[in-house]
């Protein structure tokens, strides 16, 4: 049985593993956007950004394998695709994101210094950490997120107590659903079933002689502390964004408030703390995808050391060409591929951690296809071209919202365990 300091070392691993670029630069402008409507806007954001990503670790915790575990009940072919897109989905968008969001706000301001140097430097780093994956969990739970959380508790803190709670008119048509949605940007759902998979072959490093039972408490215990400390964090920059809504102009981009947040707080020093917080927050993120991604193609070549080596080269590189471009652009570029994967995903954490009865092969088959189908009007119209062809299915229920997935999903859940007991009886 493991002790509370193997759980919250374990914890903080996976908050910092989680905890990135797009957990760092989304909720203030979210805030800032939201208004009074501030609170809605963060559950909303909390279930997409928190919940589910906490029961995809459930989901790791209880099948205490890799990726392909979570689509082998629709097939082994379609899970080995499904695992290609979300590793090739995480080392081409999210991964370069955190060298970008790091030279925006920790280097840029500074040192005229170019992204290319900044992001070679980055991923070096990156992959020395990748190459030494044993010490991971000792690295991250004990010395990087302590700091992170430190600092984030810092800016929060002397915000909320700095500012009257006087809140602006929120200028979101759906709060709700906007949160949702913005909590995709997050990549949380696909950072838990990729970073889950780190999480697993590490404590299987760590601790070899520990019980499938065991294993699976201390894995559990971890993600629910993590998720709570997630929610806490961006509740509380949430909060921070709408509570400054009258000192920054309605234009101001994601890095500015952020920015803006960290000197309104703690005064000229705010930028060094923030330039430590951004490259700590986004460093652990990026070792988590280089090393998740490397782990899976190293898998499919009987776990050849080699392999995970030169793979792990290859996210770094890719981590410096990608790197090059603006948050803002990486950003905008990641909807279409989240609006398809991200349902699919969501799904297949969810049929993972329910009891298996209600979850045979064939309703992950039907549950799996009817997401796939109905989330291309949402995928389709995350594309300008092809905005128009997506009002075809407007008919569709929670469609206006990009969610028009969630009622077949869930109706054809329903109807294929009703068959499958009907039949069974």
């Not at 107590?161 to 048509?173: L, N, R, V, W």
Request: charged share 10%; net charge neutral; with cysteine.
């Amino acid at each position: 049985m493991f002790k509370k300091r193997e759980t919250l070392v374990t914890a903080f691993a996976l908050f910092s593993l989680f905890f990135g670029a797009g957990n760092l630069i989304l909720p203030p402008l979210l805030g800032f956007n939201s208004g009074d409507q501030w609170l809605i806007v963060t559950i909303g954001f909390g279930l997409s950004a928190v919940a589910i990503p906490v029961l995809g670790i459930l989901a790791h915790a209880k099948l205490q394998g890799t990726l392909i575990d979570f689509g082998n009940k629709v097939s082994p072919t379609f899970s080995l695709i499904y695992a290609f897109f979300i590793y090739a989905i995480a080392i081409a968008l999210p991964s370069p994101r955190t060298a970008s969001v790091t030279h925006e706000i920790a280097v840029q301001p500074y040192w005229d210094i170019s992204s290319w140097f900044t992001s070679s430097i980055y991923f070096a780093l990156v992959l020395l950490f990748a190459l030494n994956r044993s010490k991971i969990l000792n690295i991250l739970g004990k010395i990087l997120t302590p700091a992170i959380i430190l600092i984030l508790l810092l800016v929060i803190g002397i915000t909320v107590f700095s500012f009257p709670f006087d809140f602006g008119s929120t200028i979101i048509e759906s709060p709700f659903t906007n949160g949702i949605l913005e909590g995709y940007q997050t990549f949380d759902a696909i950072g838990a079933v990729v970073v889950g998979g780190v999480i697993i072959i590490s404590i299987n490093l760590k601790y070899v002689n520990a019980s499938y039972e065991d294993k699976k408490i201390l894995i559990r215990n971890a993600a629910w502390f993590a998720g709570l400390a997630l929610f806490l964090i961006y509740m509380g920059l949430i909060l921070s964004g709408s509570l400054v809504h009258s000192i920054f102009d309605a234009d101001t981009t994601r890095t500015e408030i952020l920015s803006g947040l960290a000197i309104q707080s703690l005064g000229n020093i705010g930028n060094l703390f923030l330039s430590i917080l951004v490259g700590l927050a986004c460093f652990t993120t990026a070792v988590g995808i280089v090393t998740g991604t490397a782990d899976f193609v190293a898998s499919r070549f009987s776990n050849l050391k080699s392999v995970y080596t030169a793979t792990a080269i290859i996210g770094s590189i890719l981590g410096v060409l990608v790197g090059q471009f603006n948050v803002a652009y990486i950003i905008a570029v990641a909807i279409p591929s989240l609006m398809f994967i991200y349902p699919i995903t969501i799904i297949l954490i969810l049929l993972n951690v329910v009891p298996d009865k209600y979850a045979s092969p064939l309703v992950f088959k039907t549950v799996t296809i009817a997401t796939i189908l109905f989330s291309i009007p949402d995928f389709l119209g995350s594309i300008s071209a092809l905005a128009l062809a997506a009002d075809t299915f407007s008919w569709i229920p929670l469609q206006q919202y990009s969610l028009g997935w969630v009622l077949p999903a869930l109706a054809v859940f329903i109807l294929t365990n009703l068959i499958k007991n009907t039949n069974t009886k």
